[in-house]
T-cell receptor, first 113, second 113 residues
Framework: DAGVTQSPTHLIKTRGQHVTLRCSPISGHKSVSWYQQVLGQGPQFIFQYYEKEERGRGNFPDRFSARQFPNYSSELNVNALLLGDSALYLC????????????FGPGTRLTVT | GENVEQHPSTLSVQEGDSAVIKCTYSDSASNYFPWYKQELGKRPQLIIDIRSNVGEKKDQRIAVTLNKTAKHFSLHITETQPEDSAVYFCAASPRGSQGNLIFGKGTKLSVKP
C-alpha cells in the first residue's frame, strides 16, 4: 500500500461549501476508487475510475463527483456540503479495474460544521 | 445488491491465543474477498485475500477460508500478538462490479499481553 498519497490530510468546511480532495495512485496503477468511511463503520464505495472513465458509482447523491487525469491521479468533489458528509475519505489504487488488490491512501479527514 | 455481515463486532483474546472473525455475504456471484487491518488513525492495510476458486489461503500466522456454498468466509489469526490489535474489515467484490468492494462493519480485536 505504500505510494498512494492524498491531500489534504485534514479539512474543515462549513455547510453549503464545496470541497475538492486529491489522490495520486501507486506508480503503474491505472485505477482509482473513492470510499467514504464514517467513524465506526467500514468504508463505503463512492466511485471507481479506470483510464479516465467512470467504471462504477455507489449510492451517493449527485453532489458527489470525481474525475481522473491523464497521469491517473484523481479528484473527488463534493458540493453543497452537509453535516453528514463529515467522514474520512479514502482513495484506493489498483493496477486495473476488476478483482485486483486495492491499496488505500492515508485518507482525508473532512469535518463539516 | 451485495451485503456483507461481520461478526463479532469486538473480540478480546490473550496473547498467544487464536482469533477468528467471520463474514457472510449475500451475492453468490461475488468472487473476490479481501481482508483489511486498520489501526487507529491509519489507512486500511490489505493483509490477505482469497478468490472464489480457492478454499483456503495462508500467510504465516494468518489464514482465510471460504465456503461458497454457505456464502461465508473467515479470518484466522494464530499466536496473536499485541501488535495484532486493530479493527479488521472483510469485504466482497460482486461479479460484474468492476472490483468495487462492499465492506463489513468491522471487528475490533484486542490482544492482551
Amino acid at each position: 500500500d505504500a505510494g498512494v498519497t492524498q491531500s489534504p490530510t485534514h479539512l474543515i468546511k462549513t455547510r453549503g461549501q464545496h470541497v475538492t480532495l486529491r489522490c495520486s495512485p501507486i506508480s503503474g496503477h491505472k485505477s482509482v476508487s473513492w470510499y467514504q468511511q464514517v467513524l465506526g463503520q467500514g468504508p463505503q464505495f463512492i466511485f471507481q475510475y479506470y483510464e479516465k472513465e467512470e467504471r462504477g458509482r455507489g449510492n451517493f447523491p449527485d453532489r458527489f463527483s470525481a474525475r481522473q487525469f491523464p497521469n491517473y491521479s484523481s479528484e473527488l468533489n463534493v458540493n453543497a456540503l452537509l453535516l453528514g458528509d463529515s467522514a474520512l475519505y479514502l482513495c484506493a489504487s489498483s493496477w486495473a479495474t476488476g478483482d485486483y488488490e486495492q491499496y488505500f491512501g492515508p485518507g482525508t479527514r473532512l469535518t463539516v460544521t | 445488491g451485495e451485503n456483507v455481515e461481520q461478526h463479532p463486532s469486538t473480540l478480546s483474546v490473550q496473547e498467544g491465543d487464536s482469533a477468528v472473525i467471520k463474514c457472510t455475504y449475500s451475492d453468490s456471484a461475488s468472487n473476490y474477498f479481501p481482508w483489511y487491518k486498520q489501526e487507529l488513525g491509519k489507512r486500511p492495510q490489505l493483509i490477505i485475500d482469497i478468490r472464489s476458486n480457492v478454499g483456503e489461503k495462508k500467510d504465516q500466522r494468518i489464514a482465510v477460508t471460504l465456503n461458497k456454498t454457505a456464502k461465508h468466509f473467515s479470518l484466522h489469526i494464530t499466536e496473536t500478538q499485541p501488535e495484532d490489535s486493530a479493527v479488521y474489515f472483510c469485504a466482497a467484490s460482486p461479479r460484474g462490479s468492476q472490483g468495487n468492494l462492499i465492506f463489513g462493519k468491522g471487528t475490533k480485536l484486542s490482544v492482551k499481553p
